[in-house]
């Protein structure tokens, strides 16, 4: 019960003052709690767009922020996520103490708890025992300096990330094709290409901020390849609604035309490409005939959309989940870079194939990581390397490690067999985030010891955690993220964090005293700075090059891509690849043979459905931060199942009915129905934000052999109506 | 206000005009809905520019649909207030707490003067203003008016990533004659409600089937208790003053406390009207704005019947010679009343309620419940009479074309079934009982109004742009 208010009751204004407005010197004329007396510029700390923007603070408090009049990447705009990011820091779950088993303790005692429980399970079970899973979500400094604290100081392999959920396919498919990961274009690309396809990719719920690049380009023809009809598909010139998991056959179909057409370049193809014989054979098969069976698209859409990509003077095509949620995520990245090789759409204004990230800074711990490879895309297998890495770090090149360890979901598995019994977790939250729940839930049980470190508590893992870490969040730390286009941008400190919360980078430095390896692997270490100024040195001459990269020069041009040496224009925009020179060996990428497989979990009478899960644009990821943030929680309150009208008059269900998803893993109870026509018939769409009808109940966990991708979509799925009825 | 507007070298500042309007022309709204993606950014910076909470959106962005998969069109309609040229909102507004600027034509409202009686939020066919339950009055877009003046662009505008929304200068004659049919989009009521100035680009090839998603989302409305109260009572109290007087004229003999209950019952009624008010302390202004408001007209006839209704209850007392003059004065001004009461409903953004049923309902409600109190044979007739117009009404919802109307029957036979039923057994128990025990009868029937006015305002389905399909706030 509220305190009975009288002075509301007899209706005087007692809230006039936090209504009223000011003439603020920034903003102009605004409500008068959003006047601040202190602007930080910084970068965007959800989505991989990497948006600049300032936050506002007034008596050290945040209170507004705003887009970065001019920046390279968003104009002065934010999505409707940034334009309220402020508030996340104030959110009343905010975790402000280290808690051992539930109970507040110091952060010395969490800390040695924490190494002291992590050395005792690898003296028993062995190093790789422990595992940690990090997130896209922490800066480079931060990932960098966990990478090493976690391969040279515990020693462990079992070492992943969330963007294995996310980015592994891309960033798997571009070694195989070209050497290296990297996205070869940038977002200038979207505005000088004649012609756009996006595969399973709905920016305009998920990167809104691109969506104006692409609009500004009043001559291109945009393709828009979903299953679903999406808000993005609305934009397109030509949206091809291909059946689930056709996207290969297409992409396949694409290039036979191309080459029975004659329309490759050829010149290309011979001087940069290797594989070309095997590959023309091999698509002789994927004939317009065959594609549209497989597809759902008609001969002559398909043989149009190839003449139109080969014909087209830029050609680009971005991608992002559609694509890599999949058991072939990889080899499907593998078969958009053969077109793109076929037809020489690459390394040239507008001419890309486009990996379009998901978190703020998934490029940057795929470049710094010591996950799927070592710092500067480094391999583990290559003597080189790991003698590289030695002498830039002063160790024996026996401390440098020559595989890669267990990616995130063979981690998860192997905790559900009990071999690896400590688990680290940063700045993610499996607990909503990661496929077939039931498994997750597995491992959880059988872990000695699990650590939670988050900005927020608690969240629906540290629920299972026995230590949980509070960890600042965007605005109160220092770093840098990199966006999608390989511009790396500068994150500052607006406010301080909430309690005894510190920046990751700081917790990472303690642990390492804590194990007593800090003056060896990180020498007189004591801001992010140090571990930005030690990466800018591992990264010299490699592809992902920062060396011409500072702090000073990232305030000043609002971000720069690397490769940046410090040589010509650092606000310039750079491509990868121009030279035709790919990071293979003999310099010649690669092409391949990718056959379009049925997905794993096929429907049957039992689980008629092919669900297909993603985003809307309020709600980022598991809603740590934006349900917390009352606007957005506002205008999407909780999470709901597409269906076409068709399947729910056959079901007897009507719209805003509640209905339950059962797959043969799980089932996800009170989603709310909506009934339309954007869903074809046979499928179902339901997004995966939330915790309290979480999706991932009945997903699944089958993983892309190459790169340990969840298959997240095409899950088979029946729909019954809740026990609790309608609305 | 606004002098000359700098034009800097800012792209938003495209998106507003660079000179003021001339006489005949005000600024207006225009949403190009080619151009919208659906990204929100437009209320989320009208909430974060006027520091509104999460559940009150002076901008709001609907969701249209149309199209057989995959031939499917998905459009967003952003909204913020239509700066009519007729605003309803302020001609009902019992204080005069809107005013249209006469230089930009931007109607804008002033939450000082506010007593937050919330009739603007029932007035407007679009769903504008709202109500902020926790300051107690109204708040609605001013189009940034101060931004506008020091010449930066609304919030909205400002924040749009895709140039979707922009401020342009509108000839308010030439709009009336024949362009306002570029007001209309498909989620939109018609502009012609009150003048609506907005101007919408619809895309091309706008499919015909295109339409609201949130149609099967009908919920009932909030049902004003209070305001159910007051009217039942003060409907109950002319009621019965006009039934003493009628009955004094056919040579009746009544006890005199029987007028004084009655007047009694009204003014208790009146004093206790305030308090469905947001400021209650500023009631006394609600006569203010009598020159176009029924509540203001409402306040002061409804006040002159309680005057009167006293007055005729004191010469009945003292057995003043005139008393059938005052009365006829009292039964007069509270016929009024009544009327103005029931005039505060008809209003084209509730369809339901624009209709002569309102004022034969409220009529019906005061001569039943007043007559059943005195003279209980006409009491029960008033009754019959009134039980056969809330069936006619129901069937004229039931068959009409309109969306909110339909709704409305399909709540009251639907979630509102129950009350439904239950108003019709009241009123049919109160006219069998009405020669048996006729203060039974008066209680069922006092219960049976009270339950329909209860319905009237809960089943009402108000015109408004279009939602989202999820209810905002969320399906409980």
Redesign the interface.
């Known amino acids: 019960m509220k305190p009975l208010n009288w002075k ?6 007692n ?2 003052n ?2 009223a ?1 000011a ?1 603020d010197a920034v903003l ?7 006047s601040a007396d202190r602007w930080v510029k910084t970068t965007c700390g959800y989505c991989s767009v990497g948006c600049g923007m300032e936050i506002g603070t007034r008596d050290g408090k945040a209170v ?1 922020v705003r887009g970065w ?1 001019g920046h390279p990447v ?1 104009l ?5 996520k940034g ?2 990011e402020h508030h996340m820091l104030t959110a009343p779950d905010r975790a402000v103490h280290p808690l051992l088993h539930g109970k507040r303790v110091a952060w010395n005692l969490a800390l040695e708890a924490l190494v002291s429980r992590f050395r005792n399970i690898q003296k028993q079970h062995g190093a790789d025992a422990i595992g940690v899973v990090s997130t896209g979500q922490l800066l480079t400094e931060e990932f960098y300096t966990l990478g090493k604290l976690i391969r040279l100081g515990f020693g462990t392999s079992s070492f992943c990330g969330n963007t294995t959920l996310c980015m592994a396919s891309a960033a798997y498919g571009y070694k195989r094709s070209f050497g290296s990961d990297g996205p070869p274009g940038a977002y200038e690309d979207l505005r000088e290409a004649d012609f756009i396809m996006l595969v399973g990719a709905n920016i ?1 719920d998920n990167h ?2 691109l ?2 690049h692409v ?1 500004a380009n009043r001559d291109k023809f945009l393709v828009v390849v979903d299953p679903r ?1 999406t ?1 993005t ?3 397109a010139n030509l ?1 091809l ?1 291909v059946k689930p998991r056709s996207d290969i056959a297409l992409l396949n179909g694409m290039a036979h035309v191309i080459l029975r057409e004659g329309l490759a370049n050829r010149e290309y193809v011979a001087r940069h490409t290797s594989g070309f014989e095997s590959l023309q054979s091999f698509l002789s098969a994927y004939t317009p005939q065959l594609v549209s069976e497989l597809t759902g698209i008609a001969p002559e859409t398909i043989v149009d959309v190839a003449r139109r990509y080969a014909g087209a003077r830029a050609g680009f095509i971005g991608w992002t989940m559609g694509v890599n949620h999949s058991t072939q995520g990889a080899e499907t990245v593998n078969v958009i870079n053969n077109l793109a090789l076929l037809t020489g759409h690459i390394g040239r204004k507008g001419a890309s194939p486009f990996s379009i990230t998901g978190q703020c800074n998934a490029m940057g711990t795929r470049e710094t990581g010591f996950t799927s490879s070592m710092p500067g895309y480094r391999k583990f297998e290559s003597v080189q390397d790991r003698e590289d890495l030695a002498a830039l770090w002063n160790l024996d090149v026996n401390r440098i490690p020559a595989r890669r360890g267990l990616a995130y979901p063979d981690i998860i598995d192997a905790a559900a067999e009990g071999k690896v019994k400590g688990l680290w977790i940063i700045g993610t939250n499996p607990a909503v985030s990661y496929p077939n729940q039931g498994q997750l839930r597995k491992a959880f049980a059988n872990l000695e010891f699990l650590v939670v470190q988050d900005a927020f508590q608690p969240t629906p893992t540290s629920e299972f955690a026995h230590l949980c870490l509070p960890a600042a969040v965007w605005g109160e730390k220092e770093g840098t993220y990199t966006n999608s286009e390989r511009r790396v941008g500068k994150a500052n400190v607006a406010v301080q964090p909430p309690g005894e919360a510190l920046p990751d980078f700081d917790i990472f430095l303690r642990v390492a005293r804590v194990l007593g390896c800090k003056d060896e692997i990180f020498p007189n270490w004591t801001q992010p700075e140090d571990a930005f100024n030690e990466w800018r040195r591992v990264s010299e001459g490699r592809l992902c090059d920062y060396s011409g990269i500072t702090y000073e020069l990232l305030e000043k041009v609002g971000g720069v891509q690397w490769p940046y040496t410090g040589e010509g224009d650092p606000a310039g925009v750079s491509r990868l690849y121009a030279d035709g020179r790919f990071q293979t060996e003999d310099g010649r990428a690669q092409l391949y043979c990718v056959p379009c497989e049925p997905y794993p979990d096929q429907p049957d009478e039992e689980f008629p459905f092919v669900l297909n899960t993603g985003r809307t ?2 709600h980022w990821h598991t809603r740590t931060k934006t349900r917390n943030v ?9 999470a ?1 199942l597409e269906m ?1 009208p068709a399947d729910g008059k056959r079901l007897g269900l ?3 009915d ?1 209905v339950t998803l059962v797959s043969r893993r799980g089932a996800v109870n009170r989603l ?1 129905l ?1 009934l ?6 046979g499928q179902v769409f339901a997004p995966f934000h939330f915790f309290e009808s979480n999706v991932n109940e009945v997903t699944q966990d089958a993983c892309d052999p190459i790169s340990r991708e969840p298959n997240f979509k095409q899950c088979a799925v029946r729909v019954e109506r809740s026990l609790t009825h309608r ?1 | 206000m606004l002098a000359e507007l700098p034009l800097l070298n800012r792209p938003d500042l495209l998106l507003i005009p660079n000179r003021m309007p001339a006489p005949g022309e005000q600024f207006r709204f225009h949403f190009d809905m080619s151009k919208c993606i659906g990204c929100k950014c437009c209320v989320v910076a009208c909430n974060e520019q006027n520091g509104n909470p999460a559940e009150l959106n002076w901008r709001r962005v609907g969701e249209l649909e149309g199209g057989v998969f995959p031939a499917v069109q998905r459009l967003h309609l952003s909204m913020g207030c239509n700066h009519c040229v007729e605003p309803s909102c302020m001609s009902g507004c019992p204080v005069e707490a809107y005013s249209k600027d006469a230089l930009t034509g931007i109607v804008s409202h002033n939450a000082d003067t506010c007593i937050g009686c919330q009739y603007c939020t029932l007035n407007c066919s679009y769903g504008v203003p709202q109500y902020n339950e926790a300051r107690g009055v109204v708040g609605k877009c001013d189009m940034c008016q101060n931004r506008l003046s020091q010449g930066s662009s609304p919030a909205c505008v400002n924040a749009c990533p895709e140039g979707a929304i922009s401020i342009e200068i509108v000839n308010v004659e030439e709009w009336k004659s024949g362009l306002m049919a570029a007001g209309n989009a498909p989620g939109m009521p018609s502009a012609l409600d009150s003048i609506s100035t907005t101007r919408i680009t619809l895309p091309d090839n706008v499919l015909p089937d295109l339409d609201r998603v949130d149609r099967e989302r009908v919920v009932p409305q909030h049902p004003h208790l209070s305001l159910v109260l007051v009217l039942v009572f003060t409907q109950l109290s002319v009621g019965s003053i006009t039934a003493i007087w009628a009955s004094h004229l056919a040579g009746a003999v009544l006890p005199v406390w029987a007028a004084i209950a009655a007047f009694a019952v009204g003014a208790l009624a009146l004093a206790g009207a305030p308090a469905h008010l947001g400021r209650p302390i500023h009631a006394v202004r609600a006569w203010r704005n009598w020159r176009s408001s029924w509540i203001s007209r409402e306040v002061i006839t409804l006040g002159a019947f309680a005057g009167l209704a006293q007055a005729y209850a004191a010469a009945l007392w003292f057995q003043v010679p005139q008393a059938d003059m005052v009365g006829a004065a009292a039964v007069v001004a509270g016929f009024v009343g009544v009327y103005s009461s029931s005039r505060i409903y008809l209003l084209k953004a509730r369809p339901a309620w624009n209709t002569g049923f309102t004022i034969a309902d409220f009529f019906l409600t005061a001569l039943s419940l007043g007559f059943l109190a005195v003279a209980p044979a006409w009491g029960a007739a008033m009754m019959v009479a009134q039980l056969a117009l809330q069936i006619a009404r129901f069937d004229a919802m039931r068959t009409a074309e309109e969306f909110e109307r339909n709704a409305t029957a399909s709540l009251l036979t639907g979630v509102l079934r129950g009350p439904f039923v239950a108003r019709f057994v009241l009123g049919a128990a109160s006219v069998g009982l009405a020669f048996l025990s006729p203060m039974a009868a008066f209680a069922l029937a006092v219960a049976g109004e009270i339950a329909s006015r209860w319905l009237f305002f809960a089943s009402v389905v108000p015109k408004s742009m279009a939602s989202t399909f999820l209810k905002p706030g969320g399906a409980r």
């Not at chain 1, 509301?8 to 204004?13: A, N, Y």
């Not at chain 1, 009352?630 to 909780?638: D, F, S």
């Open positions: 509301r009751l007899i209706g005087i204004d809230l006039r936090e209504y407005y003439d102009g004329y605004t409500s008068a709690r959003r507004a009049e968003n002065g705009k934010l999505c409707p334009l309220a305009a809104p901020i969506c104006q609009e009809v808000k598909a609305m934009l949206h609604p644009v309020e009352g606007v957005l929680e506002h205008m999407a309150p909780n709901w076409n009507r719209s805003h509640f709310e909506r339309t026509e954007i869903t074809a018939p609305s």
